[in-house]
């Protein structure tokens, strides 16, 4: 844990400091925990369904639900969201069909992305949530260019991109931030340091230990906010929010917080780093800790709890059950979508798939990342 | 109808299409005061202001990125890459982004832009002002990829490429962006892309050509005429998709199949069109399909005028054909 | 001789190359204490220490733009890129610097180094853990580059790889990293770079395929052996510089040629494969040389395995060269 | 010109404050002093050549002499130098051959890269000044790479690597500095900040005023200095050579200064600045500053002067003349190099070029840019 400060709003009793709270409404307050939990659900049964070889592949996201759903909750819904693949929270947030995203998992029909991606690479335009690319860091500079053309349309939206501790080394992130400050771009690009980059730590990626200071070399804010806390990541966040959309231009907010499982289901962190570390973190849980803030303002209870968490199984299972229903998509749908319309060559090697006979190769092969 | 250069065409076509769709928007590395090295983007800046025409920081990547979040928005960006040496910063967004958005989005998202580049040699510009990568471009699925060879052309085709849904790469060559002045259509002036056009009419042999190349191809068969050979020439204006009826026609009809291009000849495109050539049309073939293209060596600077093919190449290639 | 997966055999290499020259440095991401997420520089950091097999920060534009700086100052840089799909960032230090350094210092300053890189479908890797870029790098002047289709020759071609004097991308089928075992030779082995193999004799046709597909077309030819086709499988091994004599004098003497690749079919090497014998040995074909490639589409998760060529479709491209 | 301090040594009389004179030798001061006109000369020189069709292309370096002159002095022989197109003093400060310069020019045998690249495109080996490359930014990571490589053997060697404002913005300046950064690898960044990448200004270029805030952003630090002011240069990157060959890491520095000439041959600058900039920023010419301060210390005469100008312009001219005479590289040269031998494709492409009938096309085209 590094040594700098940063804003934390909720202390380890659940108590803020006065001036402090956002003071948002009760139902707000538990819809917000709701989605929490349904992202923490949502990761384990996920993880299950992966071992079980019901899926192929997942990323988690357990230990920055604070740092990815507070920040998307200072939004409008109308503003435009460019993820990475560890924000699951935010479709959740935004009321996405929960089958939507399962689909995804499975690639099957059901799949608005057509069985074209891995696992959790959503695009859900419906909700303003971009198309998640594998490449680290691309939508950093898409984000940039969205609110570009939004400041020069005159229009008053807000871009808001999320990127590891990892993607900071990427060229996108330098020339989205430098594009950004140039045009005072109404952006917020949130770097979640989750300390890792698979089995890369911070100090073996970057010269400096905190990531919100590179903002400096782009002549714009940067801001350090406890990540496990969702009230100081919403407030830090809130306020980036309202600059970008008076027109004073962008901010890098850095969410300090650990990812606390593999980096996907193919990794295995016991191999490149220790348990202690992982134990210390364990105690600032995100949920735990705005468990006790809810439970100090009277808006949480073992009934609620169990409520909140009976719900999201139930919510979830059910549409897994859906979903294994359905089937993958038709050969067909491989050629299409490369362009508005099918050009002939595409055309003919489709014609050319379809009309083969006898067995196809089976699936083969299991994903090592 | 007014006599324009390559570049003019290019420059109206902009214009025309700026005054009639205000989500178009050119930007990139000195295109705005200066109006770009070429003038492209002349008086750009001037009409339709710095919202509409701007300078950006000296980073394809984020030329390109940008561009990417422009279009998702729903803006028609249409970058410039200085140079098509120039490119690769940008190559990850190109061909991770720009060009999968469709598919791998089920649909959803789209990046209609219009990359333009000056692209290939004839401009004394040595190793890095003088490539042609159009074969790393027609390799990538999701990417249109169009050359015009003339005014005419480079205006209707751009026109076509700025209101195509798709993002497509349009490479100008900047050896004939001066050298050739033609009669331009005024106003609308819209050229399919995926129709190819038969430049010279011939009955002995197919040469297939584009961007500068036909120029050259068509002094060579000025060439073979001499020697009692009657030459057609194909330009495709559009690499991908590509007109294959038309080459397929016209190759049947010859007997006889040259194909030029500056690139190096290692997979370039006229790889492809000699495979598919090879693959649909192989049994009404009298000779082999010979390429005439730039050599397997980085671009050099004194000797360019080797380096490119010209005319006595192409020549010899069309020769070639008929020694079986 | 020890049993060795392809993966092992690559591990094995760089053990003895670092082993044997202390110029011989590794890194990318996660290839120290993880040893790359497929393990091929697993035990690298603990027998060679930090300085020689690290870590680096997520970028792969830093990773090859800091090895042509190594390679420069005279070390013997071997730099993974996780997967191939993430090699775009360093598009612009691989075909502009590492590719040209050579040509344009006159010969004076030299990048050796081997770009390591597993490619290709197989392990349900999706639109971005799966692709075939090989063509873009034959495409390019100044660079090598091999692909090895068996264990022995991940290993002896490595070897060769890194004793080059110039820059080499090693692309590794991942399909096959542990699917194939076999003896491997002990120590000291090299396989030249620009000798291609007869993978499997015979007469009617000659089939030419790299990498992963090697082993999709001998299932083919089984299925073609039981349909009364003798065919002959060719495997490259360097795509650049290719080994043209061993390629042609099979077409010559089978009269069919079939090219396999699971890039996309446009402007894939296939073409170049298939160009060159249409340029060179036409006069010998009994039919058209034809294709099996991937399709022109980005690459899917849920259905690769339709995506990539396998026997059903490699077995019917054989038998179009038969419907002349 | 900016509000932002940076260090300056010599005041506009030629005087240097107690304390802050490098107290170079007699003898290296005028050394100095002769490189820099030399390169003055040279600039002049070349771009008459290239009006009158001799040569092709050029790109002046004048403005800038100091920048660069001051810097490559701090470093020692053996320390190697990654540059842009516009150090052409350093070959010069290095004793380089004048022939080779010129040869390269006109792309003629006797040029070292045998005509592959365009004026100013120096590669030198023998005095460790790497291949320019065109693109921009691209040495830069190559500089951090070598660097690398000599803290891995443990030489004592320091790379400095030279790069514009607009290169900034490249992606190779934020992987290089980081590389540098995060392996301590003893490099100097050599911004030369002259205000404009052709016709775009720093303002468009960045969010910030300075250059060298950025470095904050890799936890390295980031100087500023005077760049038309050759000992003010001399110091501060003295100072960052020897912190680099102790092994405390990279530095950047940026040189202020002007590009007072069109950015090359074929660039006219009225087009997008004023003036009035341009004679604000003759005033603070580096080599007349330089003569002014070795005047103070009576190092400087007009006899010394026309000494240095007349051999500069005797040497200039003789070689000229002596490449003038000699040929364009022979056309087999265009396939050598490629690899290191030459693979049967290329033999076969070279023989079918050589066997061609005919006179090849004439030369053709003129550069923009
Ligand atoms: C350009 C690129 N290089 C490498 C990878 C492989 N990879 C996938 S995730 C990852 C680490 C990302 O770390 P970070 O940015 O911190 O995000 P986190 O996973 O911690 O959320 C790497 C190296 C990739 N996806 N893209
Ligand atoms: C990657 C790349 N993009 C564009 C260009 C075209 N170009 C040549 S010089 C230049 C401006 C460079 O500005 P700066 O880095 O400030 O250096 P200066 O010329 O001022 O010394 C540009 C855009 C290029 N050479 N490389
Ligand atoms: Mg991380
Ligand atoms: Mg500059």
Redesign the pocket.
């Known amino acids: 844990m590094t040594a700098t400060k940063y804003l934390s709003v909720i202390d380890k009793d659940g108590k803020v400091a006065k001036g402090k709270d956002p003071n948002l409404d009760a139902e707000e307050l538990r819809r917000l925990y709701r989605v929490m939990v349904t992202t923490r659900v949502m990761d384990e049964r996920a993880l299950v369904l992966q071992r079980q070889g019901r899926i192929g592949f997942y990323v988690p996201a357990t230990g920055q639900e604070a740092s990815h759903i507070g920040s998307a909750y200072a939004l409008r819904d109308s503003d435009w969201i460019f993820p990475s693949y560890r924000q699951p929270g935010i479709p959740l947030l935004r009321g996405a069909k929960i089958d939507h995203l399962i689909a995804e998992w499975y690639g099957y029909e059901g799949d608005i992305c057509k069985g074209r991606q891995m696992p959790v690479h959503y695009s859900l335009r419906s909700i303003h949530f971009v198309s998640v690319s594998s490449p680290i860091g691309t939508q950093i500079s898409h984000a940039a260019g969205c609110a570009m053309a939004m400041r020069m349309r005159k229009h008053d939206g807000v871009a808001m991109t999320y990127f590891g501790d990892g993607a900071t080394s990427s060229n996108d992130f330098h020339s989205g931030l430098n594009f950004a400050a140039v045009y005072r771009a109404p952006v917020v690009f949130v770097c979640e340091n989750n300390h890792w980059a698979i089995s890369v730590p911070v100090s073996a990626q970057s010269g400096t230990e905190e990531m919100a200071v590179k903002a400096e070399a782009y002549g714009m804010p940067g801001v350090r906010v406890d990540g496990n806390d969702v009230l100081a990541v919403y407030r830090v966040c809130k306020e980036a929010v309202e600059r970008a959309r008076r027109g004073e231009g962008p901010t890098l907010v850095e969410t300090v917080t650990f990812r606390m499982g593999p980096h996907s289901s193919s990794d295995d962190p016991s191999k490149y780093r220790d348990a202690a570390t992982v134990e210390q973190w364990k105690r600032r849980d995100p949920i735990q800790r705005f468990q006790r803030y809810l439970q100090q303002r009277r808006l949480w209870n073992e009934a609620f709890e169990k409520e909140c968490q009976e719900s999201a199984r139930a919510t979830i299972n059910e549409a897994i059950k859906r979903v294994e229903a359905t089937n993958k998509p038709a050969p067909r749908t491989m050629f299409e979508d490369v362009y508005m319309t099918m050009p002939p060559h595409l055309q003919e090697q489709m014609q050319d798939l379809l009309s083969l006979e006898g067995p196809a190769a089976a699936d083969e092969g299991a994903f090592p990342l | 109808m007014t006599v324009m250069t390559l570049i003019q065409a290019v420059n109206d076509a902009l214009k025309h299409e700026m005054r009639r769709d205000d989500r178009v928007v050119v930007f990139g590395?000195?295109v705005g005061v200066k109006g770009g090295v070429f003038l492209a983007t002349e008086g750009l800046q001037a009409e339709f202001g710095k919202d509409r025409c701007f300078d950006t920081p000296?980073s394809?990547c984020g030329i390109i990125g940008t561009a990417v979040g422009m279009a998702l928005y729903g803006l028609r960006p249409i970058p410039e890459i200085?140079?098509l040496d120039?490119i690769y910063?940008a190559f990850d967004q190109i061909v991770s982004e720009a060009a999968k958005m469709r598919y791998r989005s089920g649909g959803e998202y789209t990046c209609p832009m219009v990359i333009r580049s000056p692209y290939g040699g004839g401009i004394k510009g040595g190793h890095?002002h003088s490539q042609s990568a159009e074969a790393y471009f027609c390799h990538t699925p999701g990417l249109k990829v169009v050359i015009p060879s003339t005014p005419a052309d480079a205006k209707g085709l751009l026109i076509a490429s700025i209101r195509d849904e798709d993002p497509v790469m349009f490479l100008e060559p900047k050896r004939i962006y001066r050298t050739l002045k033609q009669e331009v259509p005024e106003g609308e002036h819209v050229v399919p892309i995926g129709k190819g056009r038969i430049v010279r009419e011939g009955k002995d042999a197919t040469v297939i050509a584009y961007g500068a190349m036909v120029g050259i191809c068509e002094q060579a068969a000025e060439l073979a005429a001499k020697e009692g050979r009657s030459v057609e020439i194909v330009d495709p204006r559009t690499l991908v998709p590509l007109d294959e009826p038309l080459i397929l026609d016209s190759v049947r009809k010859t007997g006889r199949c040259v194909v030029v291009y500056e690139a190096p000849r290692t997979c370039g495109y006229g790889a492809e069109l000699a495979a598919i050539v090879a693959e649909k049309a192989i049994e009404y073939l009298e000779g082999p399909i010979v390429r005439v293209a730039g050599f397997d060596t980085p671009f050099p600077y004194t000797l360019d005028n080797l380096y490119m093919p010209d005319a006595r190449r192409v020549l010899r290639g069309i020769q070639k054909t008929f020694q079986w």
């Open positions: 590395e000195d000296l394809e200085q140079f120039f910063p890095y």
